[in-house]
């Protein structure tokens, strides 16, 4: 008998549908895993700026310390990823059905990957903040395209959503007190 975990799924992809062997844990794994290798990439690209660039900022005293806003992101990507797996496997897959909910998703997740580069890379605090404001819209999109398909992954992305606010206040009072810092569009 075979078990739920290694059990062939039918999806589709492109307009084919195929018999998916690749076990479902893989598949949660894989998709839980795909939201830390953005950030990890980014993190690597501009890992001097945080000891360098970013100590010396005027930063509000509610900031968090670095090491709780690294083990808060990785706690995050696991979460959003695990939820998007649950919109993929309620979907059945790259369907059209699935082309809005996991393409906001899909957007957000390049919009965060890039808040990094933006701000610790090029320094640019008010491109930054755009882009966190733009990051926010796509995750409430996101959310409320999910809702109807699978509740449990639209509040998955609760903590994430709650973090950005944070993170987005944080980057608002850091360009404001920060004026010598920032670089012109």
């Known amino acids: 008998m075979t078990s739920m975990l290694h059990a062939p799924t039918l999806r ?6 195929v ?20 950030g990890l990439f980014g993190w690597y690209l501009v890992r ?14 509610w900031r968090p310390p670095n090491k709780v ?8 990507y696991t979460g959003m990823g695990y939820a998007s797996y649950l919109i993929w496997r309620d979907l059945g897959g790259f369907t059209d059905g699935a082309l809005i909910p996991l393409g906001l998703y899909g957007t957000q997740l390049a919009l965060n990957w890039a808040f990094t580069p933006i701000f610790f890379g090029t320094h640019r605090l008010n491109l930054a903040l755009i882009e966190a404001f733009f990051l926010y819209g796509t995750v409430v ?45």
């Open 141 to 185: 999109g996101t959310m409320v395209s999910w809702y109807p398909i699978n509740k449990t992954a639209t509040l998955l992305m609760v903590p994430y959503l709650a973090w950005l606010t944070l993170a987005t206040a944080l980057t608002y009072c850091i360009w404001r007190d920060n004026p010598d810092k920032k670089k012109e569009s």
């Open 19 to 38: 018999k998916s062997m690749v076990p479902v844990w893989a598949q949660i794994v894989g998709s839980a895993t795909l939201p830390h290798l953005g």
């Open 48 to 61: 001097s700026q945080v000891s360098n660039w970013y100590e010396q900022l005027k930063k509000p005293s």
């Open 69 to 76: 806003i690294s083990v808060a992101w990785a706690t995050l």
């Open 12 to 17: 589709t992809f492109l307009g084919v549908t």
